[in-house]
Each structure stands twice: as structure tokens, then as C-alpha cells.
């Protein structure tokens, strides 16, 4: 099977820091592929290299075949990969609505955006009711399905999630990764970027263990929760 999204030997840098030192990693269509490790081991580095927000210095990003590396980020949006930034970076003083229809702003089929609304509000109907209410207002949670909404408007192909549970209470961290799930299961392919280790090795098919800006381990979801080097580096027994 071939990968919907490839990286090969794939570097970025800020300057003179090497945050991603030439990795490899593979997303297949349909699949949850998780991207964990430690604080500023280069996971969130990698997803905006694939984005286009920082340039990558090296190396390749094909999806479905075409070389995304020289494409500016609207482009690659176009394609259909989206990310949801860390920090969830919603607009808190436009309504809730307003901060959706951003997430459509490169369509024009108004009947499917249409459509699409509804199917967000479907899968998290406190966005509905809070429809017309500022952003800002509401919980971290919230905000977080806010994100997540915005990127499904834009219609995805591959959403690229960094840290959705960051900062979240027990029970809301659940309930997130429970409709990642579910947006999985609609045929959404994804990329997870997770400190949350122990719940991203959960719902991935396949995933990979960065450290230093290098993949040190790489296997099923399944495989890594079970490997000793994982449980003592990330599961804490
Ligand atoms: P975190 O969970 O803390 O976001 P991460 O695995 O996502 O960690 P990155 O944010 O990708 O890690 O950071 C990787 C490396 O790049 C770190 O050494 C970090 O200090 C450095 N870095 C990140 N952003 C910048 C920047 N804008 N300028 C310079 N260095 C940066």
C-alpha cells in the first residue's frame, strides 16, 4: 500500500537549529499515524514543515505523489491537508460561527459548505448552541472542538492535529480523542501530534517516537504501548 503522505529525509531548521534532522514517516489513507515524544523534540516542527508555515530545508513531502516542499501554505491547504495549530489559535473576538466560515475561506460550493456546517454541529452540537456567541467565551474544551470544526470546514484530506488535549481536564481529554476517533472512522486521515502518549498510541494505526529531531522508534500504535523503551521514556511504570 502506498502512503497518502511521505516524508523522506525531511529537515527543517530556524536559522541555525536543526529542529528535524532528516526523518522518515509515512500516513496512510484512512489511517491515525501519531507523531509523540518530549518537549522540543520537533513534533510540532514537522507538522508545519508539511503545512508550509516554516520552509522545509531538505528533503521531500509528497502527498498523494506531488511534491509539496516549494508550495505556499494556502496552496497546500488547497490540496486538502489542514492543520490545527497548538494552542488551538482561535479567533476569541469573532462568534463562533464567524470562526467557522474562516475554515471555508478558500471554497466556493456553497451548498457543500453548507452541508459540512452542519455535519460539524453534528459531531459537536455545543457549537451550535453557542453558534453566535464570541469565541473567546468558551472552555478550553470547547475551543479545542472550535479548532478542530474550523479545519474540518476547509474540507480536509489529511488534518494535522498538534497537541489537541493539550492543557485539558481529564474528562474533556477523553471526550477529544474519542470524536479524533470518530473523525477517523468517517474516513478523515490523520496526523497526531501527542504528548499525550499513552492516549495517541491508543487510537493509532501506526506511529512514531521522535526524540532530537529524529525518529528513534517507529511500529503499530499497539506494538509501541507494549515496547519497554517506550514505557519507560513516556508511560511512567
Ligand atoms: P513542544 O511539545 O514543546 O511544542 P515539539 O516536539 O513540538 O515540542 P518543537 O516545537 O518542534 O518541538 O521544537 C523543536 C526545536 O526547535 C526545539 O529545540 C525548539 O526550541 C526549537 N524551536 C521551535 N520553534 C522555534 C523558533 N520559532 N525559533 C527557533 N527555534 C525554535
Do not use: C
Not at 536543526?18 to 526523518?23: M, R, S
Not at 509528497?62 to 496552496?75: I, N, R, T, V
Not at 467557522?100 to 466556493?108: F, P
Amino acid at each position: 500500500m502506498s502512503a497518502l503522505l511521505a516524508l523522506k529525509k525531511l529537515h527543517v531548521a530556524y536559522g541555525h537549529v536543526q529542529a528535524v534532522k532528516g526523518i522518515d514517516l509515512e500516513l496512510h489513507a484512512g489511517q491515525i499515524t501519531a507523531l509523540v515524544g518530549a518537549n522540543g523534540a520537533g513534533k510540532s516542527t514537522t507538522l508545519l514543515g508539511i503545512s508550509g508555515l516554516v520552509k522545509a530545508s531538505g528533503g521531500s513531502i509528497l502527498f498523494d505523489g506531488d511534491e509539496l516542499l516549494s508550495l505556499a501554505p494556502h496552496h497546500i491547504v488547497q490540496k486538502g491537508i489542514v492543520q490545527v495549530a497548538e494552542g488551538r489559535a482561535i479567533l476569541g473576538t469573532l462568534t463562533v460561527q464567524e470562526n467557522l466560515d474562516l475554515g471555508a475561506y478558500t471554497r466556493s460550493d456553497k451548498a457543500q459548505i453548507a452541508t459540512d456546517l452542519e455535519w460539524v454541529f453534528s459531531l459537536f452540537p455545543v457549537l451550535k448552541n453557542r453558534a453566535n456567541g464570541l469565541a473567546g467565551n468558551l472552555s478550553g474544551g470547547e475551543q479545542q472542538m472550535l479548532a478542530i470544526g474550523r479545519a474540518l470546514m476547509a474540507r480536509p484530506k489529511i488534518l494535522l492535529l498538534d497537541e489537541p488535549s493539550m492543557g485539558l481536564a481529564p474528562l474533556m481529554v477523553q471526550e477529544i480523542f474519542r470524536i479524533i476517533k470518530h473523525i477517523n472512522q468517517t474516513g478523515l486521515s490523520i496526523l497526531l501530534v501527542e504528548q499525550n502518549v499513552k492516549q495517541a498510541l491508543k487510537i493509532a494505526e501506526r506511529a512514531y517516537v521522535l526524540e532530537n529531531g529524529e525518529i528513534v522508534l517507529q511500529d503499530s500504535g499497539a506494538n509501541l504501548l507494549n515496547n519497554s523503551k517506550v514505557i519507560a521514556a513516556y508511560l511512567g511504570t
